[in-house]
């Protein structure tokens, strides 16, 4: 069984060597341009890393490649609903011909899901990337 630690040196790979699908959607959802939602890149939620994630609503958005394990996927994203998550699925073709819908569906799910608290993040990233 993996770490926390361990995904989390992981996570940091992944940052530093991300596809090229990843990049273009972090274009949009960095610096809180996306309705001022903060976004946090690999985040580690125990024992998953997800490629972005919004704490304030606990909106996760994975960026799909041809490789994946549709099985897998149904587990991992049952397993973080039961934590409270949602998880949207967006593929690398979505973002490279529809960047604008993508950002739709992510902005519309946003609006649907209640603030996890208020006010300023209880534990806030000590790098600084996101709330």
């Given amino acids: 069984m993996v770490t926390e630690a361990e995904l989390i040196e992981r996570a940091k790979e992944l940052r530093r060597k ?6 273009r959607l972090w274009r949009q959802l960095s610096n809180s ?3 001022h939602y903060k976004f946090r890149r ?3 939620i125990f024992p998953y890393i997800c490629d972005f994630f919004c704490p304030a609503k606990g909106l996760i ?3 799909d490649g ?12 049952a397993y973080l609903a039961e934590k409270g998550f949602e998880t949207i699925r967006i593929t690398n073709i979505d973002v490279r011909d529809s ?6 569906l992510i902005v519309a799910s946003l609006a649907q899901r209640p603030d996890r608290w208020s006010g300023p993040h209880p534990n806030p990233s000590p790098e600084g ?3």
């Fill in 18 to 23: 991300p596809t090229e699908w990843e990049v």
């Fill in 99 to 104: 960047i604008e819908g993508v950002i739709g």
């Fill in 66 to 77: 041809d490789s994946h394990d549709v099985p897998y996927d149904a587990r991992r994203d």
């Fill in 42 to 44: 690999q985040a580690v």
């Fill in 33 to 35: 341009q996306l309705n």
């Fill in 61 to 63: 958005v994975e960026v």
């Fill in 129 to 131: 990337e996101g709330l």
